[in-house]
């Protein structure tokens, strides 16, 4: 079946240096979507990118989708201590809404 | 509060019990998933249904469990004779169709089988 895979598994930096997280799927996607859950939280929904090549941003964060449609990464420029917790990303089902979610990446910032 | 609620946030039971929870999606959402999240994992797909319809469940989901949705609002998932490796933390989501739409997660059910 469907896998997605994210790396790395932790990151560790200090604020003010940038992060990356890269997610690859086994399969082409319809969608990916991307998804930040903080220390004791729930998943809270980022972004979606649908087509190929896609590059969105929000604000200090860059998503991009490949053009093969079977990876995705996240960029954080100058991290702060709030950007702290775990960006997961999703393979999506565009049928059924289905995710299928990578291991994610736990970001810890050192202020 | 208009986000998804869960019901209850935390759950003990021992072995070999039966547990129910429930899941109260957002009042307009017709899609409704259940998953599972073991720690540093991510969430892992149980089962998804489009108003009462249940349409799709995991191959990983044993008999054991059984998720509702009588009437198209909230959802009730059942584990039976529940065992050890069923501790985790158990995830609502609902979302508007199409299917392409963001989820919207609740804070989960914790379950701590003994």
């Known amino acids: 079946g469907q896998q997605v895979m994210q790396i790395p598994q932790y990151q560790h930096v200090q604020e003010g240096e940038d992060f990356t997280t890269y997610c690859n799927s086994s399969?082409?996607?319809?969608?990916i979507q991307w998804y930040k859950q903080r220390p004791g939280g729930h998943p809270v929904f980022l972004i979606q990118?649908?087509?190929?090549?896609e590059v969105k941003k929000q604000k200090r964060l860059t998503f991009q989708f490949g053009e093969a449609k079977k990876n995705s990464s996240l960029h954080i420029t100058a991290t702060q201590t709030t950007d702290v917790g775990t960006y997961f990303c999703?393979?999506?089902?565009?049928?059924?809404?289905?995710?299928?979610f990578g291991q994610g990446t736990t970001l810890q910032v050192k202020p | 509060d208009t986000g998804v609620s869960q019901n209850p946030r935390h759950k003990i039971t021992k072995r070999g019990q039966n547990v129910t929870f429930r899941c109260d999606p957002i009042s307009e959402h017709n899609r409704l998933y259940w998953y599972r999240q073991t720690l540093g994992q991510g969430p892992e797909f149980l089962t998804y249904f489009q108003n009462e319809a249940q349409l799709e469940k995991s191959r990983l989901l044993s008999d054991r469990f059984s998720a509702e949705r009588p009437k198209g609002s909230f959802s009730t998932l059942e584990i039976q004779r529940t065992e050890q490796g069923d501790s985790a933390m158990y995830l609502c989501?609902?979302?508007?169709?199409?299917?392409?739409?963001?989820?919207?997660f609740g804070p989960g059910t914790r379950l701590t089988v003994l």
């Open positions: 399969t082409t996607l319809s969608n």
């Open positions: 990118l649908v087509k190929s090549g």
């Open positions: 999703a393979g999506g089902s565009s049928n059924t809404g289905k995710l299928i």
């Open positions: 989501a609902s979302s508007l169709d199409p299917g392409l739409a963001e989820k919207f």
